[in-house]
Nanobody, 127 residues
Framework: QVQLVESGGGSVQPGGSQKLSCSASGGTPEWYAIGWFRRAPGKEREVVSCLSLSDGNTAYAEFVEGRFTTSRDDARITVYLEMNKLKPEDTAVYYC????????????????????WGRGTPVTVSS
């Protein structure tokens, strides 16, 4: 059974950077995707990015505005979310999820069928 573990969260000042990792164990189907999601205090969970494990295609939410990059290692065991130019509104618990895609990853909404969730890692952006 696939398990996901996030790491790399912490506190950072506005304008700073943080790199999150999502490590998968139990074997991830190569045709699946990994989504990064976040839940800010008092808000619904939202998708941040979506990465296809088969071809590496990525999609991002509009609020990312080019500040975040998601990538994977060659073994498709670890997926990263590198966040730059962080804002206080990026404060949230960040989760990764194993997604069963229904087609090519073209938009961030393609990461909607999450089969396995990680437990999350908190990121606080504050001066």
């Amino acid at each position: 059974q696939v398990q996901l573990v996030e790491s790399g969260g912490g506190s950072v000042q506005p304008g700073g950077s943080q790199k999150l990792s999502c490590s998968a164990s139990g074997g991830t189907p190569e045709w699946y995707a990994i989504g990064w999601f976040r839940r800010a205090p008092g808000k619904e969970r939202e998708v941040v990015s979506c990465l296809s494990l088969s071809d590496g295609n990525t999609a991002y939410a509009e609020f990312v505005e080019g500040r975040f990059t998601t990538s994977r290692d060659d073994a498709r065991i670890t997926v990263y979310l590198e966040m730059n130019k962080l804002k206080p509104e990026d404060t949230a618990v960040y989760y990764c999820g194993l997604v069963r895609p229904t087609g090519p990853i073209e938009i961030v909404g393609d990461c909607r069928y999450v089969e396995v969730w990680g437990r999350g890692t908190p990121v606080t952006v504050s001066s």
